[in-house]
């Protein structure tokens, strides 16, 4: 299987869960209070977006994910099914897991990724 690439630095490991690019129907937003218009969006889909959810330990690729976050920019992701798509982060949150090994930190991580 292949190994997830995101932005050019392979993961160490693949996501533990991963739920696909997924969308969400938009039937009527509003605009802000204050606002000229009435209207957002009346209907269609919103932007694809997938939840993934994994560990590392490598301190190289924990680096690169949060400079791709902070960042802002969008960047091609490439799955373990060798599909690339290219995204942006909405969100992302580390975790530090106890580790019986010594051999190093080991992190899990849980982002939001929305399709460009």
């Not at 533990?16 to 204050?34: C, I, K, L, Y």
């Not at 190289?60 to 994910?65: C, R």
Request: proline residues 2%; glycine residues 8%.
């Amino acid at each position: 299987m292949a190994k997830w690439v995101w932005g050019g630095t392979t993961a160490d490991f693949n996501p533990n869960s991963d739920t696909g690019w997924f969308s969400e129907r938009v039937f009527a937003e509003q605009h802000p209070v204050g606002s000229t218009a009435t209207v957002l969006q009346s209907g269609g889909f919103k932007s694809q977006r997938r939840k993934v959810t994994g560990l590392t330990k490598s301190a190289s690729f924990k680096s690169a994910l949060q400079t791709l976050f902070t960042g802002a920019g969008t960047f091609t992701l490439t799955d373990h099914n060798s599909a690339s798509a290219s995204c942006q982060i909405l969100s992302l949150q580390w975790q530090e897991v106890l580790d019986a090994s010594n051999l190093g930190a080991t992190f899990r991580y849980e982002a939001e990724l929305l399709k460009r």
